[in-house]
């Protein structure tokens, strides 16, 4: 007997570290959800065994059939960079109202839901607003749950966080560090993260955790270590924070769905210390030494060199 698990933002940087721990899963049948039709795309070619469905979880569609047969539900959607608010709201909202609307219809017993640590921050922002009431509607969807809040994660197929910037430092001269780079950070590796995503799955763990990096590093060391383990030379340049800031807004006048924005580096230099708890023990997952995590992301001879599309 097979139990279904319908995996939805399965394109994205976390479901394309998922599937590969899952897929050779004999007691798994996994189907992707995704609107990203290249990155899907990229998952098929992957991934043949699995069935994916291009489709947007914000509109009605055969989709919904999918989320009806579900044992289980892997929430991963979710609009994580952009200027447009409304944008936030339909991927974030009203996709996830959509999603659970269809699991109580069908026999879905369980959810394992993405959330984030940026919900304990002192910043605020359209991203933070939607994630907040993304969980809110998890948490109150009378299905047994994990929400888990992971920190920035970073691994294969990261096209947001520091795989662009690990791309961005092979075709500058120099790397702009904005101030002096001490931003207290505690990256999440992926690899990780689905590793307790998997045992949730296998364990039904329920309950609300916050999945926290172990190690702690300043911004500008970790763009050290990406240098470093890539094995560049690229010059780094700290520049006041306002040109930075400037910059951004410039480039996101060009650019409908920029890769880093002035939110999201306001979001970058608020000092936030997040909790650390005992999540190798409570999923039984040995975690990952920040340096060979980078290593692995950048260095793995399949996966480091497929890059997915923004959008």
């Known amino acids: 007997m097979t139990f279904r698990v319908v995996i939805t933002g399965a394109a994205g940087l976390v479901g394309q570290n998922l599937i590969p721990r899952l897929k050779d899963d004999p007691r798994l049948e996994l189907v992707a959800l995704d609107k990203h039709a290249g990155n899907m795309d990229v998952l098929r070619h992957m991934h043949p065994g699995v069935t994916a469905v291009t489709a947007d979880l914000a509109d009605p569609g055969p989709w919904e059939d999918i989320v009806r047969s579900a044992d289980a539900i892997v929430c ?31 026999r879905c017993s369980y959810i394992v839901h993405a959330s984030s640590s940026v919900l304990n921050s002192k910043a605020h922002d359209i991203y933070i607003v939607t994630k907040k009431a993304q969980e809110e509607l998890i948490r109150n969807s009378g299905i047994a749950h994990a929400v888990l809040r992971p920190t920035l994660m970073f691994g294969w197929f990261d096209r947001k966080h520091l795989g662009w910037l690990k791309r961005f430092m092979e075709r500058t001269p120099v790397f702009p560090i904005p101030g002096d780079g001490r931003y207290l950070r505690q990256p999440l590796y992926a690899g990780d993260f689905s590793a307790i995503v998997a045992s949730c799955l296998t364990r039904r763990i329920e309950g609300l955790y916050e999945i926290t990096g172990r190690e702690r590093v300043d911004f500008i060391d970790l763009i050290r270590i990406v240098r470093e383990e890539s094995g560049l030379s690229t010059p780094i340049l700290k520049i ?20 880093f924005t002035s939110a999201q580096l306001k979001a970058l230099a608020t000092p936030d210390v997040f909790e650390v708890i005992d999540w190798p023990g409570i999923f039984g997952v040995t975690p990952t030494p920040l340096r060979e995590a980078i290593r692995r992301t950048f260095r793995d001879p399949v996966y480091s060199a497929i890059v997915l599309e923004f959008g």
Do not use: K, M, S
Not at 77 to 82: D, F, Y
């Open 76 to 106: 991963l959607h979710a609009q994580i960079g952009g200027i447009n608010d409304a944008i936030f709201a339909r991927n974030n909202v009203e996709a996830t109202q959509r999603v659970i609307a269809a699991a109580r219809e069908g």
């Open 240 to 259: 006041p924070y306002w040109l930075f800031d400037g910059l951004l807004r410039l480039y996101a006048l060009f650019d409908r769905d920029p890769p």
